[in-house]
């Protein structure tokens, strides 16, 4: 059974902002999980967008999204979101919500590393 469920991914113009969000069971929240969003190109490898440590609330964030995207929790909700602002063309793609126990000891981690992951939403943006 699916236990991360993204929603909010639409077509959208450059330049504007867009919330995607995550439902996930509570005990990913409540145990202190790494949760974060990975996205995907077709023919390209996943990669790290951003991570929350939810342990302590640390966060990690990928080089090309800092100072345009931000990670947040809702603990009430169990809900993981990724607030993105001035979307470009670039950002297109399929993004994940994935969890895992011990990935980002060190930053966002690496896709292999996670053990539960949602299906996805698409986001695409146009010039």
Same mark, same amino acid.
Request: aromatic share 14%; proline share 2%; glycine share 14%.
């Given at each position: ?7 909010? &991914? +639409? ?16 005990? =990913? ?8 969003? =990975? @996205? ?5 490898? @996943?990669? &790290?967008?951003?991570?929350? =440590? ?8 990928? /080089?090309?999204?800092?100072? @345009?995207?931000?990670?947040?929790? /809702? ?19 399929? $993004? $994940? ?8 000891? $060190?930053?966002?981690?690496?896709? &292999?590393? $996670?053990?539960?992951? +949602?299906? &996805? ?7």
């Amino acid at each position: 059974q699916v236990q991360l469920v993204e929603s909010g &991914g +639409g077509s959208v113009q450059a330049g504007v902002s867009l919330k995607l969000s995550c439902a996930a069971s509570s005990h =990913f929240f409540n145990d202190g999980y790494c949760m974060g969003w =990975f @996205r995907q190109v077709p023919g390209n490898e @996943r990669e &790290g967008v951003a991570v929350m =440590f939810t342990g302590d609330g640390t966060t990690y964030y990928a /080089d090309f999204v800092k100072g @345009r995207f931000t990670i947040s929790q /809702d603990n009430v909700k169990n809900a993981l979101y990724l607030q993105m602002n001035t979307v470009e063309p670039g950002d297109t793609a399929m $993004y $994940y919500c994935a969890a895992d126990l011990a990935a980002c000891a $060190y930053g966002l981690g690496i896709p &292999g590393d $996670y053990e539960y992951w +949602g299906q &996805g939403t698409q986001v695409t943006v146009s010039s």
